[in-house]
């Protein structure tokens, strides 16, 4: 059995999807919070439970029988730690074999704000004594296609990124990644992959190509990380997202989310989906 939290998720689904091409749809698990989310994946034959990372009671019937877990992190920033806490725990009760965990790319260097909890939860699936394997997942290429809708009304695609080079690949590969180590005939324990994409590129350069895709003149307009903060707030945002955002940019622009080592390639066995294909399909709609 391998177990798949957060499985209602974009990503989470992603990787339910990943292994059914690998392995029988009732050798996975997939667990969330609200199952209703996910009952369609019931139907296909896949194993489906309740598990909220709030509610540490319900993690043990969720993990029961696991061989092996994929904990994909919280999305709730300032809770991730504890909430992680309760899987890996359960984890262990459970005595899986292996511990796969999404992490951030160079989470033990990066300067990102979102890279502390990240580290917090390495270092206790370290303390656990579970085997485990590190997932340091780059920025998602889709976090960049927010902004599209915006820059073509206004001819202008904002950020804080300078002159940053960022490697980012759609969250499809990642999922796939993630299938590839979670059914490895090789033993996993210990392995930390650095997964990014092949062909970083600037914010100018992806306003260049949403420019040649769309026939639009799209310009790239640079901003400090607290006049950006302030821009999402006014558009929406919540202030802590927004905060958080503007510092990666910042981050970002000293390279912060740039790695060139392949590993994400290496894993899935091909090239990584490069951003004109990713603007090309949210381009269609």
Not at 147 to 160: D, E, F, M, W
């Amino acid at each position: 059995m391998i177990v798949v939290t957060g499985a209602s998720g974009q990503l989470g689904r992603l990787v339910v999807a990943a292994l059914r091409e690998r392995i029988p749809a009732n050798q996975i698990v997939a667990v969330a919070r609200n199952t209703d989310k996910i009952a369609d994946l019931a139907a296909e034959g896949v194993v489906v439970r309740h598990g909220d990372y709030d509610a540490p009671e319900t993690l043990g019937s969720a993990l029961e029988g696991a061989e092996k877990l994929l904990l994909i992190s919280s999305n709730e920033v300032g809770r991730r730690a504890e909430q992680h806490k309760a899987v890996i725990e359960a984890a262990k009760t459970a005595g899986v074999s292996l511990v796969a965990y999404t992490s951030i790319l160079h989470a033990d260097i990066s300067p990102l704000i979102l890279a502390e909890e990240h580290r917090a939860t390495e270092a206790m699936l370290k303390q656990s004594g579970l085997p485990y394997a590190l997932l340091r997942n780059s920025w998602y290429t889709e976090n960049y296609l927010l902004g599209v809708p915006v820059a073509l009304k206004s001819g202008t695609l904002y950020g804080a990124t300078g002159e940053g080079k960022i490697s980012t690949a759609p969250r499809a590969d990642y999922a796939e990644a993630a299938a590839v180590v979670l059914t490895a005939a090789e033993p996993q324990a210990g392995r930390v992959y650095e997964l990014a994409g092949d062909e970083p590129y600037t914010l100018a350069q992806f306003a260049a190509e949403l420019s040649r895709q769309s026939g639009k003149e799209i310009a790239y307009q640079n901003l400090s990380e607290a006049d950006y903060a302030a821009a999402l707030v006014s558009g929406g945002m919540p202030e802590l997202f927004a905060t958080v955002l503007a510092q990666s940019d910042a981050c970002a622009a000293k390279d912060a989310l740039f790695d060139d080592s392949r590993q994400l390639s290496t894993l899935i066995g091909r090239p990584t989906t490069p951003l004109s294909n990713v603007l090309a399909a949210a381009l269609k709609g």
